[in-house]
């Protein structure tokens, strides 16, 4: 996961030895995380630089190094699924209840529980609080290479790299794992084209194996410069391989305001605001939600009125969450139409934040 602007937010939720563990949690944590880094655009065709963008510090994070770090000192109870929230008569908690019969209650219940939220549905109904499919789609590729082929593509950027198509594709292509520096079969790569994919392709497709993935993702590639084109080639036929449909969820549209029940409950994150992921925002701005709703939470300790201080949380969020929402969706559509690539925001702004 990238962290970039949202970093000093997500230092602010650990306790203070914790953030001197940052390095240790990075794809490749061998590599020095630099104060300004630069994320190369090439032209997928021709290979030629379309733009380069410095910012920073940026963080290439291990989603499984860091929720284990983040899990440490916390009784975490798995394999729970959410069915149901009820609300005590006098306004002080909320339980909830799970499909194995068990329930807890507490002072608040906060719905972190990602893009297809539970606790979204349970506001909102499965209709409103369900998640909005683009027509837009991806297959990712993880994959270790031989020496010689994991020097050649990790050449082009120690980290990542992104480009564009004149054939209205869009890719990218990345470290994931970097177990050992000296050992560069030990890397693993992640790599994929993304497509404009309409609602009736993506059902029709929807029983694909993956041997069919990874062939459309063949194909697309045939067309792409390096590193994308040799990655590929030298990916077997029989590699697994994970597809998506693009997703995402305004929580400023109209009729998307869930009721918190006088500060009892809310949403964060992808629970609140699901994105594309081009831009590279998601993660930056759940840290962001964390850390606001923990400074909510201290105002309520110290005497603040839970209704009003909850309130004020989720206005600021859902204004600059589904500013971000819009922004990221329309930022897909722009990077999958080679006319408008130039005018996206991933490629006017970069890798910043949104100005709400």
């Known amino acids: 996961m990238g962290m970039h602007w949202g970093a000093p937010a997500l230092e602010s ?49 291990r989603r499984s190094k860091l929720r284990d770090l983040l899990s440490e000192e916390l009784d975490i109870k798995y394999n729970k699924r959410l069915v149901d929230v009820t609300y005590a008569q006098d306004r002080l908690s909320v339980t909830a209840h799970f499909a194995d019969g068990s329930s807890t209650t507490g002072s608040m219940l906060v719905g972190a529980d990602g893009a297809r939220s539970a606790t979204r549905n349970i506001l909102l109904g499965p209709e409103l609080g369900a998640i909005k499919r683009i027509p837009y789609a991806a297959t990712f590729v993880q994959r270790r290479f031989t020496k010689e082929q994991a020097l050649f593509l990790r050449s082009f950027h120690p980290l990542f790299l992104a480009s564009a198509h004149p054939s209205n594709n869009f890719a990218f292509f990345g470290m994931h794992d970097a177990a ?79 009721d918190n029940h006088d500060g009892l409950i809310t949403l964060v994150g992808d629970a609140c605001h699901p994105m594309t992921y081009q831009r590279g925002q998601g993660f930056n701005h759940s840290a962001t939600d964390a850390s606001k709703l923990r400074d909510a939470l201290v105002r309520i300790q110290g005497g603040g009125d839970r209704k009003d201080m909850m309130a004020s949380f989720e206005d600021e969020m859902i204004k600059r969450g589904g500013t971000e929402v819009r922004d990221g969706t329309a930022n897909t559509m722009m990077l999958h139409d080679w006319e408008k690539v130039k005018q996206s925001p991933l490629f006017t702004k970069g890798m910043t934040k949104n100005n709400v």
């Open 13 to 61: 939720l650990m306790p203070e030895d914790w953030w001197g563990r940052i390095q240790s949690l990075q794809v490749d944590p061998h590599v020095p995380t630099k104060e300004q880094d630069t994320l190369t655009w090439l032209r997928g065709d021709t290979g030629e630089t379309m733009a380069a963008f410095t910012f920073g510090p940026f963080f290439r994070l």
């Open 180 to 258: 050992d520096p000296n050992d560069p079969t030990s890397w693993t790569f992640f790599f994929y084209i993304s497509w404009k994919s309409s609602l009736e392709e993506q059902e029709a497709t929807k029983d694909w194996a993956d041997a069919q993935r990874l062939a459309q993702q063949k194909d697309f590639a045939k067309k792409f410069c390096d590193p994308w084109k040799s990655a590929y080639e030298w990916t077997p036929d029989d590699a697994p391989v994970w597809y998506v449909g693009l997703t995402d969820w305004d929580p400023g549209f109209e009729g998307h305001r869930w």
